[in-house]
């Protein structure tokens, strides 16, 4: 059996999905051409605060994955009120993203803030602090713990969830959210073209480069911004267990290798924060350092994703040649 570039065998079972191939070039660096971002900068950094709301019971008795690693590693079953893990999460909410909202005040730089739709319903307030820094609201499907791999196989129910959400978002921010973070990063391979039949103009899934690219889906293209889940508090302190230094080091080495490889073509660093870890008292240091670090460097786009994605579509022919 074949494997197609989009990683698809040529097997009848699998045949149903060849309308949902994930469409993009493979093209190795050396092969592209250069990227010249405005005013020449030379390194795109998006600081993403993720905004996600846990429902405290599900109407399962299965495991309840709730869209992230627990503080508590024994699973309860969905109906089973979990309130350590939810209250570990939740403190996000109440306390840690108000905490990191005065780190980068005080630097004076801006997030991208990826966001449930219960978030708009629940938790308006974060909503509305982000809103009053005129940061970057990115759909994150409706639930935390609803993941879109779990609709693998239910196209029309994928596309209800989406629209749901992009329908709240919508409203609650007076505009239609341009890009789409699926929670967990678990999409399916259909999620890119259902966004671009809506309309919008990214999607950050994909962690397989330091570059924006085309993703192409019979609704139209779609640009890719890539997510991190290494430069990524849970992966730095919850996975691994680092200090604050150590993951102020990793930070630090992150971009200065990509600041440094900038200089003969743009590229893009994603820091991915979530309130309940990096915003919790003894973490915080961490990130107050790397963005007075980051602000201490000329040639930087402080950027949102989808003025990226704008750029890209606009600027970026020729990047990733057929």
Same mark, same amino acid.
Request: net charge negative; proline share 7%.
């Given at each position: 059996? #074949?494997?197609?570039?989009?990683?698809?065998?040529?097997?009848?079972?699998?045949?149903?999905?060849?309308?949902?191939?994930?469409?993009?070039?493979?093209?190795?660096?050396?092969?592209?051409?250069?990227?010249?971002?405005?005013?020449?900068?030379?390194?795109? =950094?998006i600081v993403?605060?993720?905004? $996600?709301?846990? %429902?405290?019971?599900?109407?399962?008795?299965?495991?309840?994955?709730?869209?992230?690693?627990?503080?508590?590693?024994?699973?309860?079953?969905?109906? /089973?009120a979990? +309130?350590?893990?939810?209250?570990?999460?939740?403190?996000? *909410?109440?306390?840690?993203?108000?905490?990191?909202?005065?780190?980068? %005040? $005080?630097?004076? /730089?801006?997030?991208?803030?990826? !966001?449930?739709?219960?978030?708009?319903?629940?938790?308006?307030?974060?909503?509305d602090?982000?809103?009053?820094?005129?940061?970057?609201? @990115?759909?994150?499907?409706? $639930?935390?713990?609803?993941?879109?791999?779990?609709?693998?196989?239910?196209?029309?129910?994928?596309?209800?969830?989406?629209?749901?959400? /992009?329908?709240?978002?919508?409203?609650?921010?007076?505009?239609?959210?341009?890009?789409? =973070?699926?929670?967990s990063?678990?999409?399916?391979?259909?999620?890119?073209?259902?966004?671009?039949?809506?309309?919008l103009?990214?999607?950050?899934?994909?962690?397989?480069?330091?570059?924006?690219?085309?993703?192409?889906?019979?609704?139209?293209?779609? @640009?890719a911004?890539?997510?991190?889940?290494?430069?990524?508090?849970?992966?730095?302190?919850?996975?691994?267990? #680092?200090?604050? %230094?150590?993951?102020?080091?990793?930070?630090?080495e *992150?971009?200065? @290798?990509?600041?440094?490889?900038?200089?003969?073509?743009?590229? @893009?660093?994603?820091?991915?924060?979530?309130?309940?870890?990096?915003?919790?008292?003894?973490?915080?240091?961490?990130?107050?350092? +790397?963005?007075?670090? !980051?602000?201490?460097?000329?040639? /930087?786009?402080?950027?949102?994703?989808?003025? =990226?994605?704008?750029?890209?579509?606009?600027?970026?022919?020729?990047?990733?040649?057929?």
């Amino acid at each position: 059996m #074949l494997v197609t570039q989009a990683g698809f065998r040529d097997d009848p079972v699998l045949r149903r999905f060849r309308g949902a191939e994930l469409r993009y070039p493979y093209v190795p660096m050396p092969a592209r051409g250069r990227l010249t971002f405005p005013d020449g900068k030379r390194l795109a =950094l998006i600081v993403t605060i993720n905004l $996600e709301y846990w %429902d405290l019971t599900k109407d399962s008795a299965a495991p309840y994955y709730a869209g992230g690693p627990a503080i508590l590693p024994d699973p309860l079953p969905g109906n /089973v009120a979990d +309130f350590p893990n939810f209250s570990w999460r939740e403190y996000g *909410q109440r306390v840690g993203f108000w905490r990191m909202l005065r780190a980068f %005040d $005080e630097v004076g /730089v801006p997030a991208s803030c990826t !966001a449930n739709a219960k978030i708009a319903l629940e938790r308006r307030a974060m909503l509305d602090a982000a809103l009053q820094r005129g940061w970057e609201i @990115v759909a994150h499907n409706y $639930e935390q713990g609803e993941l879109l791999t779990g609709l693998a196989h239910d196209a029309a129910a994928e596309r209800r969830v989406i629209g749901a959400t /992009v329908e709240v978002l919508e409203r609650a921010i007076g505009r239609r959210p341009a890009g789409w =973070l699926s929670s967990s990063l678990r999409g399916t391979p259909r999620t890119p073209q259902i966004l671009a039949e809506l309309g919008l103009t990214y999607f950050c899934d994909l962690m397989n480069d330091d570059q924006p690219y085309i993703i192409a889906t019979p609704a139209g293209d779609i @640009v890719a911004t890539p997510y991190s889940i290494e430069i990524n508090d849970f992966t730095l302190f919850m996975r691994r267990g #680092l200090t604050n %230094d150590a993951a102020l080091d990793v930070m630090r080495e *992150q971009f200065d @290798v990509l600041y440094a490889e900038g200089a003969e073509s743009g590229m @893009v660093m994603n820091v991915g924060l979530h309130p309940h870890v990096a915003g919790v008292p003894h973490r915080v240091r961490a990130l107050r350092e +790397f963005l007075a670090y !980051a602000k201490g460097h000329e040639g /930087v786009w402080w950027t949102t994703r989808e003025d =990226l994605a704008r750029w890209y579509l606009a600027n970026g022919s020729g990047h990733m040649p057929a």
